[in-house]
């Protein structure tokens, strides 16, 4: 509730400036303002503020462009297709389609801190997300009656609540808390185009090296400090979890071990996706749940 109530204030002082087509004649970055600039980065691209700029200066003349994306409307399904260029993007596209909007090219627009709640907040309304914690909450208390949830509906019950704290926590510390403070960008950026041996040591690598808002590399904080956090914060609630030290530290190794395969699924699904329509979010859901016993932290 607390970060909801922050974006819905945050969203009101600083609404996201829409995205149209740009205009044939370019702005200079002079022209932009502060308002949808990433929080506090170091030395942006002159490109990225151009871009801004011209979506800015568009949208000022014509009115047209992409509605503002704000927690409401993070929280519904996104629908994308960036082959499709020449329609306007719908609201929060940005979210799971990071190469922005504009001319088709991989300018990326960084993230405000609203955004990245945001984010957070698409992550955790997504219906495949609650059906996949339901479903495994279902099969895990079926499987063990005697755990430490109890048998039956309670029990059922029990499970889907600790999971979806989880997914909260996770989600509030990996998509949001730690990107904000960090100027990190929590979205995950595909090579598609790479040689698959270089797309695979990619994604492996995406584990502990990360994007910083104004483009550079940096360590992934979200994912060194995510696992760390929800292992310490499970100790006092999860039922029968072991809350030594050695235990902690053995969840939170395993947490760092697991990770690069939810960045190969983010890297190659689209590619089977494409052609099986397989819905990435689901998969991913998933396998976080039967790896980890809780749902991932992050986009990436």
């Known amino acids: 509730m607390l970060m909801i109530t922050l974006l819905l204030v945050g969203a009101?002082?600083?609404?996201?400036?829409?995205?149209?087509?740009p205009p044939k004649t370019l702005a200079t970055p002079s022209e932009s303002t502060s308002n949808d600039l990433p929080d506090a980065p170091g030395a942006v691209d002159p490109a990225q503020s151009n871009v801004v700029a011209i979506a800015q200066t568009s949208f000022q003349q014509t009115g047209d462009g992409v509605k503002p994306c704000n927690a409401f409307r993070a929280m519904k399904i996104i629908h994308y297709n960036p082959n499709r260029l020449g329609e306007i993007p719908s609201p929060c596209s940005s979210l799971v389609y990071p190469y922005q909007?504009?001319?088709g090219t991989d300018i990326i627009i960084p993230m405000t801190w609203q955004e990245k709640g945001y984010l957070a907040l698409h992550e955790l309304a997504d219906p495949a997300n609650f059906v996949t914690i339901v479903g495994t909450s279902a099969i895990s208390v079926a499987a063990d009656p005697d755990s430490a949830y109890g048998p039956g509906l309670k029990g059922f019950g029990k499970s889907v609540g600790v999971s979806y704290l989880q997914?909260?926590?996770?989600?509030?510390?990996?998509a949001f808390a730690i990107p904000v403070l960090f100027h990190q960008d929590p979205r995950y950026f595909r090579m598609?185009?790479?040689p698959l041996s270089k797309r695979i040591l990619y994604s492996v690598s995406r584990t502990v090296i990360s994007r910083h808002d104004d483009g550079r590399s940096m360590p992934n904080y979200s994912v060194l400090f995510?696992?760390?956090?929800?292992?310490?914060?499970?100790?006092?609630?999860?039922?029968?979890v072991h809350n030594d030290a050695?235990?902690?530290?053995?969840?939170?190794?395993t947490g760092y071990a697991l990770d690069p395969a939810n960045n190969l699924l983010n890297e190659f699904l689209p590619d089977v996706a494409s052609r099986v329509h397989v819905r990435i979010i689901f998969v991913q859901r998933i396998l976080n749940n039967v790896a980890n016993g809780s749902s991932g932290v992050n986009l990436q």
């Open 192 to 194: 598609p185009k790479a």
């Open 12 to 21: 009101k002082a600083h609404p996201q400036t829409p995205a149209p087509t």
């Open 226 to 240: 995510s696992y760390p956090i929800e292992a310490v914060l499970a100790n006092q609630y999860v039922p029968g």
């Open 246 to 253: 050695s235990s902690t530290v053995t969840r939170i190794l």
């Open 167 to 174: 997914d909260v926590t996770g989600q509030f510390f990996g």
């Open 101 to 103: 909007k504009f001319l």
